[in-house]
């Protein structure tokens, strides 16, 4: 009898293991005999649709075959998603957060101008790399282009999520028990699964990635570092304006990668007098140094109004086919789950024991030797720094490309030592340049810590405005404030004329002193020399530095 019990029990066990036959009641529920999915009305259209596989199987392998497990990836998404939403993902194929075109275009023509920039599918592979070129892209595919949508994140619970439309569309591990309702609207958990770190997006919320040394991450609760859902720990900064007053990032950014050609919103949207956007901000002043009509499309608002922007410096990235486990502990902790898990497991081990490491390549899912470390000589948050962008419109700027490489192989020697990009200005100001374009060094980018104007930067604006506003459009200005003056004079003087008469009918002694108005000059319009203190430097901000 325990025997027959016994039998029943494994054949029970067996059977929740696998999806039954068909004609039984349970395979009625097909796939969701064994995954047990919550999906919107709208894609409640079986799951055999998108994933393929054999419903009527009856073990694992059998409902498995020609299983498609990741349907929306960006090699697979034409075929799946394309069906009934061909032109997003049209759109999105196209899009910048697809191709990552602006990413690699700024890396590869910083280390090699005049080269045709590679798409991302085009990014050579060496293995082990022997060229320059080779070295970059190693790089870009297997430790920079960790956030983009043909990649699943790293291991972290912020900063894993799906690939292809999935990666916005479907929730992703931070938001809880995860599920398959797809949503239009993604919520800014989502953008910042890939928009985290030192770059755009975290600002927004006020955060600044701490350095990666194991001295500098805290705070400590009860002797143990806190949680990470990103990987690494932050600073608490002052958020965006915007975000304090409740506002998302699609908000502004609602067309998203699949919107095609549709325009974001943009702060005159909100902030005109006759507002267009979804959001009703304080109306501009346009009598206002920036705000004014003939100042439109020279500055951008964020040389005014940015709060703080990120001046991270000396970024080294080098790949060792064969680390020492030890030197790196103390660096174990740097936003890659690959390296952290690596070294940590390898650390505490006899080197009899230790094995080359290998690091995925993001963009075909394949596993190469050598692990991509990175250090900086410098993480700081500070000042917007300014400078022309290559269409000689004032922006924000910092070092993005003061980046280098090394590669050290499995027998300890040097392939490449310190590759940097070709062109590089270690002058702290060069972003400040009066030439059209800037050092390769500085890039324009658009911190999203916006709040009130500086004072100090909307004189600076209101100087290299001067300069730049053509001849005509002061001469106008000049001449108006001459008219008005002048009116004002000629006025004065017919009061003074009438008092003068006035006096002469008063019977006692009355003596009106005499009156004299100079008109000043108005040939040019002199700028104030104003000292600006900025990295230990005194920049006059006259003639000599628009």
């Not at 109306?283 to 003939?294: A, C, S, V």
């Not at 720094?385 to 020697?413: C, K, M, N, Q, W």
């Not at 001469?475 to 000629?490: I, M, P, V, Y």
Request: some cysteine; hydrophobic content about 30%.
């Amino acid at each position: 009898m325990i025997r027959l019990y016994i039998n029943i029990l494994v054949v029970c066990l067996l059977s929740a293991c696998q999806p039954p036959f068909m004609d039984s009641s349970l395979g009625k529920s097909g796939c969701r005999r064994c995954h047990s999915v919550e999906l919107d009305p709208a894609h409640d259209i079986g799951c055999n649709a998108c994933h393929h596989g054999t419903s009527e199987g009856y073990t694992r392998a059998q409902a498995h075959n020609g299983l498609v497990p990741m349907p929306s990836h960006p090699s697979r998404m034409a075929g799946a998603c394309g069906r009934c939403h061909a032109r997003e993902v049209t759109a999105a194929g196209s899009s910048g957060h697809f191709t990552l075109s602006g990413v690699i275009g700024a890396v590869w023509s910083g280390f090699f101008p005049g080269d045709q920039v590679p798409t991302l599918l085009e990014l050579p592979i060496e293995e082990p790399p022997c060229t320059e070129r080779g070295l970059v892209s190693d790089m870009l595919r297997r430790r920079c282009l960790r956030c983009h949508v043909y990649y699943q994140g790293d291991d972290y619970i912020g900063t894993t999520r799906g690939t292809g439309c999935a990666a916005c569309h479907l929730s992703i591990k931070a938001e809880g028990p995860w599920d398959h309702r797809f949503r239009g609207k993604v919520p800014d958990i989502r953008c910042l699964s890939c928009h985290y770190g030192n770059f755009v997006g975290w600002d927004y919320y006020g955060r600044f990635e701490m350095d990666y040394e194991d001295d500098y991450r805290v705070p400590l609760v009860e002797g143990e570092h806190i949680q990470r859902p990103y990987g690494m720990e932050w600073h608490d900064m002052t958020p965006d304006v915007h975000r304090t007053a409740g506002m998302g990032c699609t908000d502004c950014h609602h067309s998203g990668p699949c919107g095609g050609k549709e325009r974001d919103v943009t702060c005159t949207d909100c902030h005109l007098e006759d507002k267009t956007g979804s959001h009703s901000g304080p109306p501009m002043d346009q009598k206002r140094i920036g705000h004014r009509p003939e100042d439109a499309g020279l500055v951008a608002c964020a040389v005014c109004h940015g709060v703080w922007a990120v001046q991270d410096r000396g970024r080294s990235l080098i790949r060792q086919d064969f680390p020492d486990y030890d030197d790196w502990s103390y660096l174990a902790i740097q936003g890659s789950s690959e390296v952290e898990a690596t070294v940590k497991a390898y650390v505490n081990l006899p080197y009899e024991d230790w094995t080359i490491p290998r690091m995925l390549d993001k963009i075909t899912g394949e596993y190469r030797q050598g692990l991509w470390f990175e250090s900086f000589t410098e993480r700081r948050w500070g000042l917007v720094e300014l400078g022309e962008d290559a269409h000689g419109r004032l922006t924000v700027i910092r070092p993005i490309l003061d980046i280098s490489l090394t590669y050290v192989d499995f027998s300890g020697v040097v392939r490449f030592d310190n590759l940097q990009p070709e062109i590089i200005n270690d002058d702290l100001i060069s972003g400040n340049a009066t030439r059209p374009g800037i050092s390769p060094l500085w890039l324009p980018y658009s911190p999203h810590t916006i709040g009130p104007a500086d004072a100090f930067r909307t004189i600076y604006v209101r100087s290299w405005l001067n300069k730049r506003l053509p001849e005509s459009a002061q001469g106008s200005k000049f001449k108006a404030r001459s008219s008005k003056l002048e009116a004002q004079s000629s006025k004065l003087e017919a009061q003074s004329s009438k008092l003068k008469e006035l006096s002469k009918s008063i019977p006692f002694s009355f003596q009106l002193p005499a009156f004299s108005f100079q008109l000043p000059a108005f040939s040019s319009y002199a700028t104030p020399q104003i000292g600006f203190f900025q990295r230990n430097q005194t920049i006059e901000l006259g003639a000599d530095h628009g």
